[in-house]
């Protein structure tokens, strides 16, 4: 089971080549993450862009396109629609965002043509390396759906169940994240913490043990969930943090990041191969666990 | 201004004898609390409760009750009211709830004759040392408030404001977290978090410069707002962090406590008088700090 950054980075370095469709690739920061993966063995590109912009960008940051492949297109939504189809012909493993919205990345990625749609629901996970922690924590969504029902909950719980066994965790521990741990028809997100739960019980949601409603104390430390009364040995033990809705998801990323120095990675899943999206604020460390993560998860995915 | 949990302890232990008025007070962790303030140099109590068993638990820990008045009252609702009593009355400074559904001290302290109503809202103030910040954080409301609408946030932020204040922040700067930065008419906590600074712009609400909505790493780091290109020089300098709904505040407590490390207090506001909440997942240092910050406010608010 992989457990840290650094042995995520170190699995995906020896799967042997692989390649990011990068779209829109005319971007120094793009181009810098993408030549970070390279210098550490994770990847190598086909930069899907304005190739004269990508060749100006590289030559001005001392950026070697050597082992890369460039594809001159100009036009953002054609780049997206290029780089998406690398990955559904098999010529790339994962579709990076460059300079461009992610909505025009996600269009492409959900066009039932060229695309590479799958699940029913695209979410985002982030991965996380805490001090403290002897394992990842997977935090979905804290980016992308907004104020899921239970259905989608369902799959977003899924998303990341495939994306915890993409990196060895065979039988995740997935925490409905709430504000208390009693079942309360005043929040929404208590009685989609039980219908969660049920619908592990029941066979609906499998690959994963589903608990709640936890709060997060009671959801990552054995000695909280132990003080509070709790008696499910699994308290404390949590993998996946399912969080109600992206303000909850976005909090408590940023406080991972910026308040208690966690490593982060994320990636957009529940499409055929998962959709990276580096963002400016995210650190260089990041970008790269980012596209580990994502490689990791293609992999997984391909030898299903 | 009052920038540590050690400078609020010793602020308060310059304030001259003060009193807790502790509801229902015949529970071994209420009684070490109260020692510990006492110890601490902070304040007595007026113990109201099941005089025997408080006697009794008192000698087997090992606490000395003599600093401390008792006042025997065996009924809990009754022992909510005589505290809360003891408060309005300026016998005590403050209500602390002792092994009491908390609904039953704030049924007393919102009664119509005996209480101490005040706010149109009551609601919980978290104080947070988190490491590496030079100034203490105050989240609201993670733990009373489900999802408050538009204008209860406004009451929220106001008895934040009140806290801020107490504590030497004369001009605090509130920001309204969301997960974005962008008004989405999809997030409800962008439109309130826009309608909030018109309110504080309009001079509805005072005492506080009012930001959002912003994401928490713009809410809390300068370097982090300067990167994603936020104009405002007050981004990354927030004092308040006014959540959108308990979950997101929640987990933001539970991540600085459990995973951060960061010294925390906390307190119903709202009321005449401030009401101490501890709770049996605090540490000592919490529950003293969170009585620590309950005087202070009761001090302030006695000053005006």
Known sequence: MIQTMESLRTAVSGLGPRTLAVAAAQD????LAVDGARVRGLATAILVGDEPQIRQIAQENNISLDAHQIVHEPDKIQA???AVNLV???KADVVMKGIVDTSLILKAVLDKEIGLRDSP????VAVFQANGFDRLLYVTDAAMNIAPDVNAKKEI???AVKVAHALGNPNPIAVCLCAVEKINPKMQATLDAAALVEANQSGEITGCRVLGPLALDNAISPEAAKHKGITDP???LGDILLVPAIE???VLYKSLVYMAGAQNAGVIVGAK???VLTSRADSDEAKLNSIALALMIASGTSNK
Do not use: F, I, M
Request: include cysteine; charged fraction near 20%.
């Open 157 to 159: 719980l899924r998303n």
């Open 121 to 124: 629901v695209l979410s985002h």
């Open 28 to 31: 120094k920061e793009v181009l």
């Open 234 to 236: 699994l308290a404390g």
């Open 248 to 250: 909850t998801g976005n």
């Open 80 to 82: 997206c629609r290029t």
């Open 88 to 90: 559904r012909t098999g």
């Open 273 to 275: 191969a998962p959709v």
